[in-house]
């Protein structure tokens, strides 16, 4: 099976999973301001992809990693890889370059919903 096809499966299972969570906490908690499954879905999904990537980041399956990383954490949040590529850079002691990026990535990214929106109102 190509790389393509196990992102798409492990993504299909990330996805899922994204949304079950969401719908678990409206069940829980009710509707409220602060949005908790998305909370609950990034913190956990950040703690998801740094297991493993430490764990399996260089052993097993090739497919398997792509299927658990790039597949199923990027369905389940991409809010993860945003924050593995800032601890990296932060890691490496590249601290300019991580506060940049994340900087960079939230303004630009909040400015681009904006457009968005904009956009889709006409």
């Known amino acids: 099976m190509s ?3 196990w992102v798409a499966l492990g993504g299909a299972v990330g996805s899922a999973l994204r949304y079950l969570v969401g719908l678990g906490a409206i069940r829980v908690f009710g509707v409220t301001a602060f949005p908790l499954g998305t ?9 998801l992809l740094g297991v493993l990537v430490t764990k399996f980041g260089t052993t097993g399956s090739p ?19 945003y924050n593995l590529e800032v601890h ?11 506060a940049a990026y994340a900087a960079a990535t939230f303004v630009v ?7 968005g929106v904009i956009w889709a109102r006409g």
């Open 109 to 115: 990214c909040l400015g681009a919903t904006a457009v």
């Open 88 to 98: 990296r850079m932060l890691a490496d002691g590249r601290f300019g370059l991580a």
């Open 63 to 81: 497919a398997m990693r792509l299927a658990l990383t790039t597949g199923a954490m990027g369905g389940f949040t991409t809010y993860s890889t």
């Open 39 to 47: 909370f609950a879905v990034n913190v956990v999904g950040s703690v």
């Open 3 to 5: 790389g393509v096809l």
